[in-house]
Protein backbone atom coordinates (compact mmCIF):
# COMPACT_ATOMS: atom_id res chain seq x y z
CA UNK A 1 0.00 0.00 0.00
CA UNK A 2 2.81 2.16 1.18
CA UNK A 3 4.48 1.90 -1.75
CA UNK A 4 1.57 2.15 -4.32
CA UNK A 5 1.31 5.67 -2.67
CA UNK A 6 4.64 6.55 -3.36
CA UNK A 7 4.41 5.30 -7.00
CA UNK A 8 1.49 7.75 -7.60
CA UNK A 9 2.84 10.36 -5.72
CA UNK A 10 6.01 10.33 -8.25
CA UNK A 11 3.91 9.57 -11.37
CA UNK A 12 1.86 13.08 -10.20
CA UNK A 13 5.11 15.06 -9.38
CA UNK A 14 5.84 14.02 -13.34
CA UNK A 15 2.51 14.84 -14.82
CA UNK A 16 2.42 17.90 -13.17
CA UNK A 17 6.07 18.74 -14.34
CA UNK A 18 5.72 18.13 -17.92
CA UNK A 19 5.74 20.51 -20.48
CA UNK A 20 2.24 21.27 -21.43
CA UNK A 21 1.40 24.05 -21.69
CA UNK A 22 -1.11 26.58 -22.98
CA UNK A 23 -0.94 28.09 -26.00
CA UNK A 24 -2.07 31.72 -26.50
CA UNK A 25 -4.82 32.41 -28.71
CA UNK A 26 -7.35 34.73 -29.69
CA UNK A 27 -11.17 35.07 -28.61
CA UNK A 28 -13.90 35.13 -31.16
CA UNK A 29 -16.30 37.43 -31.17
CA UNK A 30 -19.84 37.01 -28.45
CA UNK A 31 -18.72 33.08 -28.09
CA UNK A 32 -17.35 31.72 -24.59
CA UNK A 33 -13.79 31.31 -25.04
CA UNK A 34 -12.31 28.19 -23.17
CA UNK A 35 -10.77 28.11 -19.99
CA UNK A 36 -7.27 27.03 -21.53
CA UNK A 37 -6.08 25.91 -25.00
CA UNK A 38 -2.91 23.45 -25.69
CA UNK A 39 -1.51 23.53 -29.37
CA UNK A 40 1.08 21.15 -29.93
CA UNK A 41 4.56 22.54 -29.65
CA UNK A 42 3.35 26.15 -29.40
CA UNK A 43 3.40 28.64 -26.74
CA UNK A 44 2.43 31.77 -28.94
CA UNK A 45 0.90 32.89 -32.12
CA UNK A 46 1.85 32.38 -34.73
CA UNK A 47 1.97 28.42 -34.34
CA UNK A 48 3.95 26.84 -37.11
CA UNK A 49 2.51 23.77 -38.39
CA UNK A 50 3.88 21.37 -40.23
CA UNK A 51 2.65 20.33 -43.84
CA UNK A 52 2.00 16.20 -44.22
CA UNK A 53 2.07 15.99 -40.31
CA UNK A 54 -0.74 16.36 -37.11
CA UNK A 55 -0.73 18.57 -34.53
CA UNK A 56 -2.82 17.91 -31.39
CA UNK A 57 -4.76 20.30 -30.24
CA UNK A 58 -6.81 20.64 -27.04
CA UNK A 59 -8.88 23.18 -25.12
CA UNK A 60 -10.87 22.85 -21.37
CA UNK A 61 -13.78 24.67 -20.84
CA UNK A 62 -16.86 24.40 -18.58
CA UNK A 63 -19.89 22.94 -20.27
CA UNK A 64 -22.04 26.32 -20.52
CA UNK A 65 -24.79 24.43 -20.48
CA UNK A 66 -26.31 20.55 -21.22
CA UNK A 67 -25.35 19.71 -24.32
CA UNK A 68 -26.02 16.45 -26.20
CA UNK A 69 -24.86 16.77 -29.90
CA UNK A 70 -22.06 18.87 -30.61
CA UNK A 71 -19.76 19.17 -33.57
CA UNK A 72 -16.37 20.69 -34.39
CA UNK A 73 -15.91 23.07 -37.01
CA UNK A 74 -12.64 25.11 -38.28
CA UNK A 75 -12.59 27.93 -40.72
CA UNK A 76 -9.61 28.91 -42.22
CA UNK A 77 -9.39 32.79 -43.03
CA UNK A 78 -6.61 32.66 -45.91
CA UNK A 79 -6.26 36.16 -47.61
CA UNK A 80 -9.58 37.63 -46.97
CA UNK A 81 -11.67 34.37 -48.16
CA UNK A 82 -13.37 31.74 -45.73
CA UNK A 83 -12.65 28.47 -46.11
CA UNK A 84 -14.14 25.57 -43.88
CA UNK A 85 -10.81 23.56 -42.98
CA UNK A 86 -11.87 19.87 -43.04
CA UNK A 87 -11.50 18.17 -39.94
CA UNK A 88 -11.26 14.31 -39.33
CA UNK A 89 -14.24 14.40 -36.82
CA UNK A 90 -17.57 15.34 -37.41
CA UNK A 91 -18.73 14.17 -33.69
CA UNK A 92 -17.12 15.96 -30.93
CA UNK A 93 -18.20 13.92 -28.19
CA UNK A 94 -15.47 11.12 -30.03
CA UNK A 95 -12.66 14.03 -28.69
CA UNK A 96 -13.87 14.79 -25.05
CA UNK A 97 -11.00 12.55 -22.89
CA UNK A 98 -12.58 12.96 -19.11
CA UNK A 99 -16.14 12.83 -19.61
CA UNK A 100 -18.77 11.16 -21.79
CA UNK A 101 -21.58 13.16 -23.81
CA UNK A 102 -24.26 14.54 -22.45
CA UNK A 103 -22.21 16.85 -20.94
CA UNK A 104 -23.62 18.90 -17.82
CA UNK A 105 -24.01 22.46 -17.38
CA UNK A 106 -20.90 23.59 -15.56
CA UNK A 107 -18.74 20.48 -16.14
CA UNK A 108 -15.32 20.59 -16.20
CA UNK A 109 -14.51 19.15 -20.58
CA UNK A 110 -11.17 18.49 -21.71
CA UNK A 111 -11.96 18.16 -25.64
CA UNK A 112 -8.96 17.28 -28.15
CA UNK A 113 -8.63 16.84 -31.92
CA UNK A 114 -5.87 16.28 -34.23
CA UNK A 115 -5.50 18.47 -37.42
CA UNK A 116 -3.63 17.16 -40.17
CA UNK A 117 -2.26 19.97 -42.61
CA UNK A 118 -2.71 17.66 -46.23
CA UNK A 119 0.49 17.63 -48.48
CA UNK A 120 -1.86 19.83 -51.18
CA UNK A 121 -1.55 22.89 -49.09
CA UNK A 122 0.93 25.54 -49.78
CA UNK A 123 3.20 27.31 -47.31
CA UNK A 124 0.77 29.72 -46.15
CA UNK A 125 -0.36 31.95 -43.28
CA UNK A 126 -3.59 31.44 -42.21
CA UNK A 127 -5.85 32.00 -39.02
CA UNK A 128 -7.81 29.18 -37.93
CA UNK A 129 -11.61 29.92 -35.87
CA UNK A 130 -12.11 26.87 -34.06
CA UNK A 131 -16.09 26.49 -32.48
CA UNK A 132 -18.02 23.76 -30.98
CA UNK A 133 -21.22 23.68 -31.96
CA UNK A 134 -25.05 22.76 -30.37
CA UNK A 135 -26.38 20.85 -32.81
CA UNK A 136 -29.76 20.83 -30.64
CA UNK A 137 -29.55 24.48 -30.70
CA UNK A 138 -29.35 25.46 -34.51
CA UNK A 139 -25.81 24.72 -34.92
CA UNK A 140 -24.75 27.56 -32.09
CA UNK A 141 -21.30 27.73 -31.72
CA UNK A 142 -20.66 27.50 -27.18
CA UNK A 143 -17.01 27.52 -27.52
CA UNK A 144 -14.60 29.69 -29.71
CA UNK A 145 -10.80 30.49 -30.25
CA UNK A 146 -8.82 32.06 -33.20
CA UNK A 147 -5.10 30.93 -34.09
CA UNK A 148 -2.31 32.08 -36.28
CA UNK A 149 -0.76 29.54 -38.50
CA UNK A 150 2.09 29.58 -40.42
CA UNK A 151 2.43 26.24 -42.84
CA UNK A 152 6.13 25.30 -43.00
C1 LIG B 1 3.82 12.61 -46.37
O1 LIG B 1 4.27 11.72 -45.37
C2 LIG B 1 4.25 10.37 -45.77
C3 LIG B 1 4.57 9.48 -44.56
O2 LIG B 1 5.25 10.17 -43.57
C4 LIG B 1 5.23 10.15 -46.91
O3 LIG B 1 5.22 8.81 -47.32
C5 LIG B 1 4.80 11.06 -48.06
O4 LIG B 1 5.73 10.97 -49.09
C6 LIG B 1 4.68 12.50 -47.61
N1 LIG B 1 4.09 13.27 -48.70
C7 LIG B 1 4.60 14.41 -49.11
C8 LIG B 1 3.89 15.07 -50.25
O5 LIG B 1 5.58 14.94 -48.60
C1 LIG C 1 4.14 34.17 -42.63
O1 LIG C 1 4.39 35.01 -41.53
C2 LIG C 1 5.75 35.07 -41.14
C3 LIG C 1 5.86 35.95 -39.91
O2 LIG C 1 4.85 35.69 -39.01
C4 LIG C 1 6.58 35.64 -42.27
O3 LIG C 1 7.93 35.64 -41.89
C5 LIG C 1 6.36 34.77 -43.50
O4 LIG C 1 7.06 35.35 -44.59
C6 LIG C 1 4.91 34.64 -43.85
N1 LIG C 1 4.76 33.68 -44.93
C7 LIG C 1 3.99 33.89 -45.98
C8 LIG C 1 3.92 32.81 -46.99
O5 LIG C 1 3.35 34.93 -46.13
Not at 97 to 120: A, H, K, R, W
Amino acid sequence: MKSTIAILTIALLFWQSSDVQSTEVSQCTDVSFPTTVEIEDCAEQPCILHINTTTSMTMKFKAPKNLEHIVPIAIAEVMGMEIQYPLDQDDACAGIVNTQCPLEEGEDVEYTFDMFISPIFPKINLTLEFSLLDEDQDDSAFECFKVDLQLE
